[in-house]
């Protein structure tokens, strides 16, 4: 039990960590494709990985327990992150924020119970689907009700599911790899060919950035180290005591936290049924946290 609450903390860290890269990229000055953002992300986020593990000296641990199995494992989970960074960004382009982040954030826990079943043969719990869907639909009313403006895309809808699943996927598939390696091993490998595979699709989509402004530097730093490095580092973690299940459906916090640094940075107007669907997600997340098959004994 001590661990699983460990692993809810990890979880909800990372989360309340993401909810804080929609206002830090605001800062961004130069008009540099999105692609490019993902790119400079994983960079830093690779970087930082790789320090830590060469002064960890787990780097050395792949090489002793480099299995053949692992191998299309932590090359799949590489593509899944790349995926579901670039089909966010272009899903939220041609759908907007609001109805991209709620199509996206609210898919992924339910992708999650989806492919728990059909791979493993095992559906997560009732209470668990009571709470996930009820904090789902507390996701889409919040992030919708509080939006100035949305509209629906149906290429633009398909490749925010689409990021989703591939979210869902890279979970599951690093709830197996942490069996074997530690979570930074597993981080410091995905993320490096994660880098490999968004660099030329970058390139090839909008080519070289011409112009890169100080500040971009740091607001690049930032997205690299602490909600891409730190929180997936912690993320990972966090799956060796819960379930990837339950670990997707703390990542419901992300909304949670942009929610509130709109209201108390940004100085935007709160919007009633926003609160609500706040209410909702809070009360999913309970039921999800309380699932007596969530927790890892």
């Not at 989360?15 to 830090?24: E, N, V």
């Not at 970087?47 to 060469?54: A, D, G, L, N, P």
């Not at 898919?107 to 079943?117: D, E, Q, R, Y």
Request: hydrophobic share 55%; net charge positive.
């Amino acid at each position: 039990m001590l661990k699983g609450t460990l692993g809810i903390i990890f979880a909800s860290l990372a989360a309340i960590s993401w909810g804080t890269i929609g206002l830090i990229q605001g800062f961004v000055q130069s008009s540099i494709d999105a692609t490019w953002i993902v790119v400079f992300r994983l960079l830093f986020a690779s970087i930082f990985f790789i320090v830590c593990s060469v002064g960890t000296h787990e780097y050395k641990e792949f090489s002793h327990r480099s299995h053949g199995a692992i191998i299309p494992l932590i090359l799949l989970a590489a593509l899944c992150i790349a995926i579901n960074n670039i089909c966010f960004i272009y899903g939220v382009r041609m759908t907007g924020i609001a109805m991209g982040s709620a199509s996206t954030i609210g898919s992924t826990p339910i992708w999650a119970g989806l492919l728990s079943w059909i791979v493993f043969k095992r559906s997560p719990s009732l209470r668990w689907w009571r709470g996930t869907v009820l904090a789902c639909v507390g996701v889409v009313v919040m992030i919708v009700s509080q939006a100035s403006s949305w509209h629906i895309s149906t290429v633009g809808l398909i490749s925010c599911l689409i990021a989703g699943l591939c979210y869902s996927c890279f979970t599951i598939i690093s709830g197996e790899l942490v069996k074997t390696l530690s979570p930074l091993s597993c981080t410091t490998l995905i993320f490096s060919l994660a880098l490999l595979i968004a660099l030329p699709i970058s390139l090839g989509l909008s080519g070289i950035p011409k112009t890169v402004q100080t500040l971009d530097w740091l607001v690049f730093l930032y997205l690299g180290l602490i909600p891409t490095g730190v929180a997936f580092l912690l993320y990972t973690k966090a799956l060796q005591f819960i379930t990837a299940n339950t670990a997707v459906a703390m990542t419901l916090l992300d909304p949670v936290t942009s929610f509130c640094l709109a209201l108390v940075v940004a100085k935007e107007p709160l919007v009633y049924t926003s609160g609500i669907g706040l209410i909702f997600i809070l009360i999913g997340l309970r039921l999800v946290t309380s699932s007596d098959r969530a927790l890892v004994q």
